[in-house]
């Protein structure tokens, strides 16, 4: 099932997620419809808050942005993994910039700058529990999602003038003023 995805201006994209237990309801549908619902909308990650769901699940298959980056290091065709109760342990190295855009934000792409590695503990699909380390494209990916987990969008990341010039863009789609291939769900209760 596909689910419509929640465009910026909802509540939702503003909450911290909530963890989830073992035995959440119905979680093998969620993660495959998470699936189905990013490829439908091509994507390359996507978190449980951009499909209405409040809970610390992101999901990603990154084979869409192999080669983007010529230096990158880190694999992404075959990238493709489960993140449940993701908890954020370390972010280091050097900060670079590489344009972004999110799927609850469509056309909006900006160069954001964040550290090269990020350092995870979280669970699989089968409730393994993992501790990595993942630096590039992979890094960048987990770091956008997790995001969204805590309530930040990428666009909070824009300063200044970059900020003054998506701010139109902003408030047209969390008006509903806006059309995209893939279904969304807007919220027309913003000022």
């Known amino acids: 099932m596909i689910y419509p995805i929640v465009a910026f201006g909802n509540p939702i994209l503003r909450q911290r997620a909530q963890e ?4 959440h309801a119905g ?16 994507g390359v990650g996507l978190a449980a808050p951009q499909v209405g769901l409040p809970i610390r699940i992101f999901v990603v298959d990154g084979t869409a942005m192999d080669g983007m980056l010529e ?7 075959g990238w493709k993994k489960i993140f449940i109760n993701p908890v954020k342990l370390d972010e280091h190295g050097e900060e ?9 934000i469509p056309d909006v792409i900006e160069e954001i700058y964040r550290k090269e590695h990020v350092h995870l503990r979280y ?17 960048r990916v987990i770091q956008h999602e997790y995001d969204h987990l ?11 003038l970059r900020k003054q010039l998506v701010k139109s863009r902003l408030l047209k ?19």
């Open 20 to 23: 989830i237990a073992q035995d």
């Open 27 to 42: 979680l093998t549908d969620i993660i495959a419809n998470m699936y189905e619902t990013m490829y439908n909308a091509k």
């Open 71 to 77: 230096d990158d290091p880190t694999p992404m065709v």
């Open 96 to 104: 670079w910039g590489y344009d972004e855009g999110c799927l609850s």
């Open 123 to 139: 669970y699989d699909e089968n409730w393994v529990l993992h501790e990595e380390t993942f630096g590039g494209l992979q890094a």
């Open 150 to 160: 805590e309530g930040v969008l990428f666009t909070d990341y824009l300063r200044g």
């Open 173 to 191: 789609i969390s008006k509903g003023k806006y059309t995209t291939f893939y279904t969304m769900s807007y919220n027309h209760k913003t000022k």
